[in-house]
């Protein structure tokens, strides 16, 4: 049995105690809305963007922009779509790899829309970065992580996602 959450849930657990039923179900009606939310909202943002990308001034900005909404609704998507599938372990191993990337890249996506606004603030007359470069960036060394992350043997995945 595997539960792809559970290094985040671990990192929050103040106590060595499992929730009671009534609290396990409101946690996952509260899991649900959320995401819920967030993938309207998401996928609204997303189909603006693409409807008026060709209106934008700042293209780099809107397509970093685009990329942490991406990736976040991405997370989101797996997210809702694997919560009752931890028994099955491949399923559960690859959406962990899946949500490892896309969580990683969307804070990658943030800290190079912090390096661009330092760019664009700090260094006016400099030249300007193309997108691929913040594709390298923020795909190239995440996913090396990641892979780095699956690679490791089995009893080591097992301890990482398994039920604690």
Not at 34 to 53: E, H, K, N, P, R
Not at 95 to 124: C, D, P, Q
Request: with cysteine; aromatic share 14%.
């Amino acid at each position: 049995h595997c539960n792809h959450l559970t290094h985040f849930a671990l990192l929050v657990q103040l106590t060595n105690s499992t929730p009671d039923e009534p609290t396990l179900l409101s946690l996952q009606l509260i899991t649900y809305i959320g995401c819920g939310l967030s993938v309207i909202s998401l996928a609204i943002t997303l189909i603006f963007y693409i409807v008026l990308w060709r209106y934008f001034e700042g293209k780099v900005v809107i397509f970093i922009h685009f990329n942490v909404m991406l990736n976040l609704l991405i997370s989101d998507i797996l997210i809702i779509t694997t919560f009752g599938l931890s028994n099955y372990f491949v399923i559960c191993v690859v959406s962990t790899f899946v949500l490892h990337i896309t969580l990683l890249s969307s804070f990658s996506w943030m800290l190079v829309e912090g390096l661009h606004a330092y760019i664009k603030i700090v260094r006016v007359f400099s030249s300007e970065v193309k997108p691929w470069v913040y594709c390298v960036f923020a795909y190239g060394t995440i996913t090396r992580n990641a892979i780095f992350t699956l690679s490791q043997d089995d009893n080591t995945l097992k301890y990482q996602y398994a039920d604690l």
